[in-house]
């Protein structure tokens, strides 16, 4: 079976007292994750190696940071290398979400590069794909979020790609009022488990864990990780409250 991961992207919120609070929280759920399962905090980089400490005796907890820089070092004043993510217990990192690719111009391209750069660092990426509310409307989201894999990740080796993990971000039904379906998260996961089938054999694409990421909450997380191409989710506000992420991580497929 794939791996079923739930992630935290706690994204600009919290103190460190905060955060130190809501982990402990968190680990004090006692949950106890099946193999193959894993719960995953993407943290703001200042507070990673105090969740680093915090989860490190707890049985499928990991770490990741929510960017990194497409450089191994040098005059990049405020960037973080992937180098130095791995050489703080890092084991994942969030590449290329909607947010990024909206605020900061990342395209394609560059997360093309970024996605070489981590690999080269035995550093594993989150790579996000979604379609906005305009592509969704024309209904041309499949061909949109091809593209993106295309021109991100498809340059890779199989070897690469193999047990790799995608977050599909319905962008069109975040903060937007519309509400996307288990059905249609379901569609496209398997959409983009074909694109992966097409180019590297079927095998390479079954072991891809991709994840859900369009306002996963403990009151839907079950019905949709229970479709057969969701392997989780990248779960933003809910992450933020102990009780309710907790619940998730106890929703991932057995």
């Known amino acids: 079976m794939r ?23 968190i680990v004090a759920e ?22 680093n400490e915090t989860i490190k005796n ?17 005059a990049y004043t405020g960037e973080v290398s992937p180098s130095m993510l791995v050489s703080c217990g890092v084991p994942y990192v969030i590449i290329g979400h909607s947010e990024r690719r909206e605020y900061f111009n990342e395209n394609n391209f560059i997360l093309s590069q970024k996605i070489d750069i981590c690999l080269k660092n035995n550093l594993k990426p989150i790579f996000c794909c979604g379609e906005p509310l305009a592509v969704r409307e024309s ?13 991100s990740l498809l340059h890779l080796d199989a070897s ?4 790799f993990v995608i977050a599909y971000e319905p962008i069109w039904a975040i903060g937007t009022g ?15 488990r074909k694109v992966f ?7 390479v694409a079954q072991s891809i864990s991709i994840l859900y990421g369009g306002s996963v909450k403990a009151a839907n997380a079950r019905e949709i990780f229970g479709k057969k191409d969701v392997d989780g989710g990248l779960v933003g506000g809910a992450s933020l409250n ?13």
């Open 197 to 203: 089938a097409e180019k590297y054999g079927d095998d």
């Open 139 to 151: 209904e041309t989201q499949n061909n949109y979020v091809e593209t993106q894999l295309k021109e």
């Open 178 to 192: 519309r509400t996307a379906t288990a059905g249609q998260a379901q569609e496209m996961h398997e959409h983009i």
């Open 242 to 254: 102990a009780a309710e992420f907790s619940e998730i991580i106890r929703s991932l497929k057995k």
């Open 30 to 51: 006692n949950i106890e994750l099946s193999h193959g399962q894993e719960a995953v905090f993407a943290v703001p980089f200042p507070y990673l190696l105090l969740a």
């Open 3 to 25: 791996k079923q991961i739930a992630a935290a992207n706690w994204k600009m919120n919290l103190t460190l007292e905060e955060a130190n609070e809501l982990l402990n929280k």
């Open 58 to 74: 707890t049985k499928g907890f990991y770490t990741a940071a929510q960017n990194c820089y497409l450089k191994e070092s040098g």
């Open 160 to 163: 690469e790609v193999e047990n």
